[in-house]
């Protein structure tokens, strides 16, 4: 059975005149307590031992109790506190400290200055419901601990800490203007429901140290970092969470491999997605809309696997940068100011039924022979510029993809290569495929329609292996060699009504060739004649002055003479040239 006491500052009969007198009245007893707290302000330390319940007698934080340093409240036992404000100042271990047992706080307000809020240790479990803890952090250290409805403001370090293998679920709580992190997780689990986390200095939530975090349902808005960030090879899950205004949505680096799914990242001033350093992660049915700079970003040496995502509005889709890798499968990317797909320096990357529409340029891969990028079943549609264009020494090979609508279909340059398997290009303004530079395009079965200048060409000194093309309606040409283009067209066709069938330098075979239209040889016109002008004497193109001259000699000799003149004893020189072997010279110099 439950005793009740009850504490009154102002007196009265069968009352306490402080907490610390109930508490020990009740430890005299022995017995579970409620101790009932009238309101006012106690500026007492307190310890409680046993069953023990603190309530306030009024209104929730009419009861306010405090200190001007130090832990206000330790636990040792099985304590509930309702309704109550505790503030203290400077208190490392916890304006309330859980030392041993279980502790409940309900509706109270927790306020710590230059400290820590809670403190639940090791082998300790807490609960705190629909309580307020300002300034402080509240640090789950090998504990326990349910957190629900709870609101933790302008924590000068970070709000809650879930750490040393704590296990703790956070559940409709919300998080403002941390200074540092709002949830950190490290070495330890935590599992985020239906919270809402603003206004961070750093990373809204973060896992590391191989923690394994689950955050559901949340909201994380305007924070100065990154919204999410897992690292240090921990692992979890990110469900149903929006992110708005964040310098990153979600950061994955050192080897933590997270599983995202149903995620919308809006408005990120950096990167909504963003796998870093040997990160991991797949990301599955997100959409990220309006990145600054780039909506996926995988980097030195980041790996992500992203499935069905969705990404509009922004400069940059999808990149795979500094020796990095990915797989995209069935993304759609459109309405962006830049690249659709981009992958350089060394990257890998696949893409498989991804579609791409209305940016400027669809595919850009650019860097050495270690940069290679695959697509299988990928679009490309509306782009102002070009659907895919390899430079550097990249290599790219696209199976059964389309261009449609757009300046230029496919493009290889300098010492890329390209490979097209069953690729179709319609509507476009320029031309299907163009190779220059010494670049290599090779190309299965490739189907150009509807072209306004050429179908294929190639110039410079690219090389052209094309097996099986079919080039139609092309309104200038279906085949074009410039330069010292070279190679071999087999079995390909050219149908339309107007323009020649292939215009070649003479450098290309041509196998098996069906067309109607005719096939012209370029010739390269003679160059111009080298016109050389032999000048036996000086050669001037502007007036010269004051001059001595003197040409096909053996030698010349020159001498000076100085005159001094008395009436202002300032010097006068006179010169004389003189020529041998009856050499040219100026007759007003000559001697």
Known sequence: MVRKYVVSARGGRGTHPDIQSALRAAAARGRAARIEIAPGRYEEQLTVHGEVELVAAGEPGSVVLGRPRGTVLTT??????????????????????????????????????????????????????????????????????????CRFAGAADNAIAVIESARVTVRDSRVDGAAIHGVRVSDAWAHLTGCEITGTERTAVIADAQAELTVEDCRIEGVHAAALEFVERSRGAVRGTRVLDAENGIVVASGADPQVRGCVFTGCRDTGIHVQDAGLGAFEDCEVVDAGNVAVLSTR????????????????????????????????VRDLTGVGLRVWDESKAVFE??????????????????????????????????????????????RGATAERGLLGFGAGEEAQLHLHDCTVTGVETGGALAFGTARLVARNLTVTGAQSYGLCGTGSAYLDVTGGSFEDCAATGLRCDGECGGRLVDCSVTGTSGTAVQHNGRVQLVSLRTTLPVKEITEPAPPPTIVNNYHGPVFVEAVHSAQLAWGNTNVVQQQTHQSRPDDRSERTGQTARTDDAGRGDPADRP
């Open 353 to 398: 039924d991804v579609r791409v529409e209305r940016c400027p340029f669809g595919l850009d891969a650019k860097g050495n022979g270690g940069t290679t990028a695959e697509l299988t079943g990928v679009s490309f549609g509306d782009f102002d510029m070009i659907a895919v264009a390899a430079v550097g020494q990249s290599r790219v090979t696209l």
């Open 301 to 332: 040496g980041g790996a992500p696997r992203v499935d069905g995502c969705r990404v509009s509005g922004g400069n940059v889709g999808i990149a795979v940068t500094d020796r990095a890798r990915g797989r995209f499968t069935g993304c759609q």
């Open 76 to 149: 040792l036992g099985s304590v509930v506190v309702r309704g109550l404000v505790l503030t203290g100042r400077d208190a490392d271990a916890g304006v309330v400290h859980c030392r041993a047992g279980f502790l409940t706080l309900d509706r109270v307000e927790v306020r710590a200055h230059h400290g820590v809020c809670v403190h639940v240790p090791t082998g300790t479990c807490a609960t705190l419901t629909d309580s307020g803890f300002r300034f402080g952090r509240t640090v789950f250290a090998g504990s326990t601990g349910v957190v629900e409805r």
